[in-house]
Structure formats: structure tokens, C-alpha cells
Nanobody, 119 residues
Framework: QVQMVESGGGFVQAGGSLRLSCASSLGSFKPYLTAWFRQAPLKEREFVAAINIRGGEIEYVDSVKGRFTISRDNAKSTVYLQMSRLMPGDTAVYYC????????????WGQGTQVTVAS
């Protein structure tokens, strides 16, 4: 079973930046869509951003537009989430997810990485 592996979480002051990385446990796995979700304490998991395999289709949730940038390096089979101007409301566990069929659910998930933004 392919699993996504996140890294790059941590603790940062409000206004700071962090970059998350996501790679698959199987290097030959090339999902059509890779996305970031997040879940804050006592809240539902929410979609943050997604990018397709060519990088030509990108989507963000409104609350992160202009602050977060999703990108990918296909040579490294890695997707990044550059997070800038972080706010305490961004505190959550961030999950990477992927799917091969654009009309399917996200089947492949990581364990999550904690992002904590202090005010």
C-alpha cells in the first residue's frame, strides 16, 4: 500500500514561514492529484490546496490564498506547501493526500505533520 510521507512541520511565530514536503513511499508512484488537508483540534479536516501532476491545475481554500503556495518537483516526486504570513488559525495537523483518478476520492494519505503558530 502506497503511503504519503510529510515533513517540515514545526513551531513558528505568527507572521513566519514554513515549508512542508510530501513524497510517496513508492518512488514510482505518480498520482494525478496531490493535495494538502489540515485538521485543527476539535475541527473537521479541511482542504487546503491541490496540484495536478503537470502543475497546471492548482486550487486553494480561500483562507490561504495569497499566503500559501503549492508546487511540485516531479524529478524528486515531491509536492511542497510553502506557507507564509502564518497565523495562529493555521495551527493544525497537515496531511498530504493523493489520488490517481481525478474523479475518485483521495485514497493515499500520510500520517500528518504538526504545524503550530504562536501569537
Amino acid at each position: 500500500q502506497v503511503q504519503m510521507v510529510e515533513s517540515g512541520g514545526g513551531f513558528v511565530q505568527a507572521g513566519g514561514s514554513l515549508r512542508l514536503s510530501c513524497a510517496s513511499s513508492l518512488g514510482s508512484f505518480k498520482p494525478y492529484l496531490t493535495a494538502w488537508f489540515r485538521q485543527a483540534p476539535l475541527k473537521e479536516r479541511e482542504f487546503v490546496a491541490a496540484i495536478n501532476i503537470r502543475g497546471g491545475e492548482i486550487e486553494y481554500v480561500d483562507s490561504v490564498k495569497g499566503r500559501f503556495t503549492i508546487s511540485r518537483d516531479n524529478a524528486k516526486s515531491t509536492v511542497y506547501l510553502q506557507m507564509s504570513r502564518l497565523m495562529p488559525g493555521d495551527t493544525a495537523v497537515y496531511y498530504c493526500a493523493a489520488k490517481q483518478d481525478p474523479f475518485d476520492i483521495y485514497k493515499y494519505w500520510g500520517q500528518g505533520t504538526q504545524v503550530t503558530v504562536a501569537s
